[in-house]
């Protein structure tokens, strides 16, 4: 039997990061810190530390990716790794070699860390059952599941805006059925105990039982902000046109669209975050996206802190050496 | 040639029987029990000694992968490992490649489980050609052949042609055995719908997906005059229907697979793709109202649905792993624990795993009495084992109650009055 939360080891530390869920709060506190000591190293004339030196760190995409693939190498060779990139759309596996033989290949390699992102839910946590006991697993996003190290940069992004997270109302706007980001970012925000936490969406677009997740649930985009402090938009796919969820992304934008106009009824320091890539004029209007209110940029370049962080936390370094 | 079984409590429920007494079996059929028969003499006696004896076991859902999926398992494996478990009589669904709508895909079968010897086997024609839920199969032809019943599995039938192969079926004296599932609504869903699929983000079966299709079977059947049985229910609403139409007076029947009345969708846990099965696991709920629906007979049967695996089938994300379980093994073990929880007393229990699933499928079997033949089960009730990947027999090792600790035990099973099976040898 598959032991129950495999990503810490025996100590309660974290061995692999395979999903918010089940993290102490002073666990996210911890790589939160830690991501803090790291942000310097980016305005550094020489921007390296030493801490990895020697590892090697497979970025394992069966998707594509831009953003979350180029952070994860900056981060992993700011910290002096050595990083392999395997493109496995064009790789082995469309050959007929098995996930399982890919891995075995890449172990047999000595690499001491595997970034993976999968379509299916559950992937992360599959290669983490089976890799060598020396190597440790990131999930950089898994089907509908968990992308951990975005709501960790995104919890990071928060809290240098607004200090704590007890007081805060946060929202999350869009496609939370499908989106891994939304169930991460649920699990980071109720650990770190927020006021309130709410979704928005129309009900094709929330996953059945989304209350037992300790979510308030909103189909009016006005009500579901009012007053909220964080306004997180979600990236919408075109294929949801498709299956019968929504009509069009014209209608969408109408009802859920985030325009200056509907942003009012958050509070006027309300922050505005989105995932990335941003479909303008769909999730959210150019004047909100670009505007004084929006993070979205923010996120971005705190993903390579927060990455950093988690790197040097799993591969058992403590991160405390950077800000020498 | 006689064989006695001596001082055991014999359990036949088909026909009331509950009492210590020896069993005579002589030429393969029993001859006799309490006393012994005018001029028998027993070549061999099995101490039965604080032990049950009762019907070989009928299991309604065996997939013995062969003819087509030989690296899962074959007749010979799965045989073995119905011996080990006390059943004497298997019905394999059609789902196999090539799918059994043909005469000789079943004489094929039979030919090769009278070889191997160690359980009976008998095979579910398909209800369309090809399992394609288009062309009607040649059901007459089947039934001759030895098919005990059509079925098309989990491939999807519109209502239209689902009328008009019950109405055939009908004609044809065959019962059709049904498993219901909504394929639309089921869409890429692999597991329940709920808190569980949630917070996992895989996608999810609505509990609608089995009651829908439920609803609409009934309708048919009642509009076809057939008689049927819905396979493997996994939902507390879908029990509700066919206890409802049961009651009136609808020819219908259903089963549960032993898997559904001790897991639900909790088990899953992080992603366990042992605990990925159709129909999926449900809720709690679900799973005390399959039991309940036991307590009060409108469920009449308990399954393995047994599904061996090869290893790689599991050894996947768990939306891309396979479902099914290597159940056969648990079957009594499992039963038994419904008795220590209540659900069930233990005639009735047996009941529910020899004569009510043998009447589903219209034979002559689940039963002691004299002349049938001698299928029987021996297990000791107080033999407390632990259920290990070792001592598995089937080709899969794809079970979720691998480690648990279990009281109850088969010791022997008889086939046709031959030892098939005993523990320890």
Sequence with gaps: ?324 | MGLQIKNGRVIDPANNIDTVQDVFIEQGRIAALGKAPAGFTAQTQIDASGQIVCPGFVDLCVRLREPGFEHKGNIATESRAAAKSGVTTVCCPPDTNPVIDTPGTIEHILERAEEVGLTKVVVLGALTQGLAGKQLSEMYGLKKAGCVGVSNAYHGVNPQVMRRAMEYAASAGLTVFINAEDASLRAGGCMHEGQVSVRLGLPGIPECAETIAVARELQLIELAGVRAHFCHLSTARAAQLVADARRDGLPVTADVSISHLFLTEMDIGFFDSNCRVKPPLRTQRDREALRAALTQRSISAICSDHQPHDVDAKLAPFPSSEPGISAIETLLPLTLRLVEAGSLSLPDAIACITAQPAAILGLDAGRLSVGSAADVCIFDPERQWNFNRAQMVSYGKNSPFLGWEFTGCVTYTLLDGKLVYQLGE
């Design chain 1, 1 to 324: 039997m598959i032991p129950q939360n495999i990503q810490l080891d025996s100590q309660g530390r974290l061995r692999h990061l395979l999903t918010i869920e089940g993290l102490k709060r002073q666990m996210i506190v911890d790589i939160l810190d830690a991501a803090e000591s790291f942000t310097t190293v980016g305005g550094q004339a020489v921007k390296k530390v030493p801490l990895l030196r020697g590892k090697a760190i497979v970025n394992l995409f069966f998707e594509p990716s831009t953003r979350t693939l180029t952070t994860f190498e900056l981060a992993a060779k700011r910290l002096s790794a050595d990083v392999l990139k395997i493109n496995v759309g064009t790789s082995a596996t469309n050959k007929g070699e098995s996930l399982l033989d890919m891995l075995r290949n890449l172990e047999a390699m000595h690499c001491d860390m595997f970034v993976v992102r999968h379509a299916e839910s559950g992937a992360a946590h599959f290669i983490a059952s089976q890799v060598a006991p020396h190597i440790s697993v990131i999930n950089a996003g898994d089907g509908r599941h968990a992308h951990p190290t975005q709501a960790l940069l995104d919890m990071f992004t928060i809290r240098r805006h607004k200090k704590e997270f007890a007081p805060l109302t946060v929202a999350i706007v869009g496609d939370i059925m499908h989106s891994r980001v939304a169930r991460s970012q649920i699990h980071a925000l109720t650990t770190l105990g927020v006021s309130e936490l709410r979704v928005v969406a129309p009900k094709t677009l929330i996953p059945s039982h989304a209350s037992t997740l300790g979510v308030h649930v909103f189909h009016d985009l006005t009500e579901g902000i009012r007053d909220a402090d964080v306004v997180i938009t979600l990236r919408l796919q075109k294929e949801r046109m498709e299956s019968a969820l929504l009509p069009s992304e014209h209608e969408y934008f109408q009802q859920y669209g985030l325009t200056p106009e509907k942003l009012k009824a958050a509070k006027p320091d309300a922050i505005v975050m989105h995932p990335g890539p941003i479909n303008r004029g769909v999730e959210v209007s150019s004047e909100v996206a670009d505007g004084p209110q929006s993070v979205i940029l923010e996120q971005v370049t705190n993903g390579i802190a927060v990455r950093m962080a988690v790197m040097s936390m799993v591969l058992g370094r403590a991160p405390e050496g950077a800000a020498q």
